[in-house]
């Protein structure tokens, strides 16, 4: 026991110092994501301690980790990017989603028929979205078209709950042999609706309590900075726990709805603003930092037991990393060129741009996968329903992995180079420094 103590201790106190580390590095190379930094430290801490795993559920990583993200990302992100660019936003969350489960999901069984079909679809799932924390990691650093960046973090934001449905009765229906459509779209509607109104209805009254302990005299700044720390931690486990809806739905609800309530409403005091602000601040950086190390220290484990396997070749295991993760990227090709020629020449929105195959490069490359990703294929179980071992759990984890870092790896090389073309064709403003 005391030894588990001892080494839990050591890898907190390694974390920390990698996340230190990490960040003097990106200062000295800014053009190397600060995610993909901290996932490579991650995965030196995890050769370092050896045999010692730490492992954390799929539920606690999105709540501890994924919900305070998210619900920062929603107190930010603007309300008139979100309704100006809706369709594509929704398109993106729930259509590409659905798109990229079915067909990649069917080219992962064709590709290899030991993985059956329900499992390639789980995989296709949980590899559909898109993870915020990478996107706003590789923005800081690179600064790519303004409308590309609102549709990709907007995105981010709602992908999450429709790629963890998915994945969920994938899952499911690998286990049991059971599955049927009008369930998991019933399921889906209700998660997402009730998630939604669950986040807008709690995020009104934590604000409402706020407001009755000021009227009270209550005015501590950190009493209500911790307040708005713990919001989201209160308001996913009461959606997914109680009410079984979207977590991840609610505390973007509500991150909106704070700061809608705050902008026309609230007036907060300078001391207590600028406390907020500051602890957010460090919060989201620990947090951020934390999410991509966990994510390399897992990867070592999950990469293993494929590596290891006699009976498949290293060199074929890399392949189909490669080619799903092409798969993928030419989906959200395709995707992004036919939605935004449908937008300028079909529907001819106001501001609509002209469909550019640079552009939609951009789109797609940004679209990195990361922490949830990662965190949902973890879950996978062992067994299935009739006491058989899962086909093929460890490639399935290792696909996973390896497909998360070579999307990153991809941006991180072509993102720069996209926006330095683009900036000699005269969006100087917009992709460079």
């Not at 190397?32 to 606690?60: D, S």
């Not at 209700?190 to 407001?211: K, P, Q």
């Amino acid at each position: 026991m005391e030894d588990t103590i001892v080494n839990l201790l050591t890898i907190i106190l390694l974390l920390r110092l990698s996340l230190l580390i990490s960040n003097v590095v990106g200062h000295y190379i800014p053009s190397i994501p600060p995610a993909l930094t901290q996932i490579v430290f991650g995965i030196l801490i995890a050769l370092m301690i050896g045999n010692y795993t730490f492992e954390i559920g799929a539920e606690w990583f999105l709540l501890l980790f994924v919900a305070p993200l998210l619900y920062n990302d929603g107190r930010h992100f603007s309300r008139e990017e979100l309704w100006g660019m809706r369709f594509q936003i929704f398109g993106n969350a729930f259509i590409l989603v659905i798109l990229t489960t079915i067909i990649c999901g069917y080219v992962i069984n064709r590709l290899i028929p030991s993985v059956p079909l329900a499992a390639a679809l789980a995989l296709a799932a949980i590899l559909s979205p898109t993870d915020p924390v990478a996107v706003n990691g590789i923005a800081k650093r690179i600064r790519v078209p303004e409308k590309v960046m609102v549709l990709v973090r907007g995105e981010s934001l709602i992908n999450d709950a429709s790629g963890l449905v998915a994945f969920k009765y994938a899952i499911a229906a690998a286990v049991t042999g059971y599955f049927s459509l009008r369930e998991a779209a019933l399921n889906f509607s209700y998660t997402f609706l009730i998630g939604a109104v669950a986040g807008v209805f709690l995020g009104l009254l934590i604000t409402f309590v706020r407001f009755r302990l000021r009227k009270n005299g209550i005015n501590d700044p950190v009493f209500h900075s911790l307040l708005q720390i713990l919001t989201p931690f209160g308001i996913y486990i009461v959606t997914e726990d109680i009410l079984h809806a979207s977590g991840v739905i609610a505390v973007v609800a509500a991150g909106i709805i704070h700061s809608i309530v705050r902008e026309h409403t609230e007036t907060q005091m300078a001391e207590e603003q600028l406390l907020t602000e500051n602890t957010w601040s460090i919060v989201l950086f620990v947090l951020n930092g934390f999410v991509f190390l966990l994510l390399g220290m897992n990867i070592p484990s999950a990469m293993f037991d494929t590596i290891s396997n006699h009976d498949m070749s290293n060199w074929l295991a890399f392949g189909y990393v490669a080619l799903i993760a092409l798969v993928i990227l030419s989906i959200r090709f395709v995707w992004s060129f036919l939605s935004s020629a449908h937008n300028y020449y079909l529907r001819k929105r106001r501001n609509a741009e002209k469909p550019e195959i640079r552009t939609a490069l951009i789109t797609t490359f940004a679209g990195v996968r990361g922490a949830v990703t990662m965190a949902g294929v973890l879950t996978v179980p062992a067994f299935l329903g009739n006491g058989e071992t899962f086909p093929a759990r460890s490639l399935l984890i290792f696909i996973a992995a390896g497909v998360i870092l070579l999307l990153l790896i991809i941006a991180t090389v072509f993102l720069p180079l996209l926006c330095k073309r683009e900036a000699s064709a005269g969006s100087a403003g917009e992709c460079t420094d």
